[in-house]
């Protein structure tokens, strides 16, 4: 079992940054590749981020890309969401996401390959 821990969320103005930390127990992360979702009010769950367990690839959905990177660092961990240019679109609960790996180099972009789920940390980007 894997138990996922988000923080980091809060209200922030548009184009403001935050920073997101997902801290695992119970396992080491260093098998999992892990993710990012969101969802808004009113919509469904969304991917934002992933990277591989080895940290070498990751991948980001068209919506963020330039303006969000995700990292990780297995000795920590923990795996973290930077999140710069905020816009008020980018309100939602942020959760992160362990899913097994056997590549070090796979990533998941879809939820239900995903084995665990924090309970997510809510963002607020005012406008």
């Known amino acids: 079992q894997v138990q996922l821990v988000e923080s980091g969320g809060g209200l922030v103005q548009a184009g403001g940054s935050l920073r997101l930390s997902c801290a695992a127990s119970?396992?080491?992360?260093?098998?999992?590749?892990m993710g990012w979702f969101r969802q808004a009010p009113r919509k469904e769950r969304e991917f934002v981020a992933a990277?591989?367990?080895?940290?070498?690839?990751?991948y980001y959905a068209d919506s963020v890309k330039g303006r969000f990177t995700i990292s990780r660092d297995n000795a920590k961990n923990t795996v973290y969401l930077q999140m710069n240019s905020l816009k008020p679109e980018d309100t939602a609960v942020y959760y992160c996401?362990?899913?097994?790996?056997?590549?070090?180099?796979?990533?998941?972009?879809?939820?239900?390959?995903?084995?665990?789920w924090g309970q997510g940390t809510q963002v607020t980007v005012s406008s």
């Open positions: 996401a362990a899913g097994r790996a056997d590549s070090g180099s796979h990533y998941y972009t879809v939820a239900r390959e995903y084995d665990y």
């Open positions: 119970g396992r080491t992360i260093s098998s999992y590749a």
């Open positions: 990277i591989s367990k080895s940290g070498g690839s990751t």
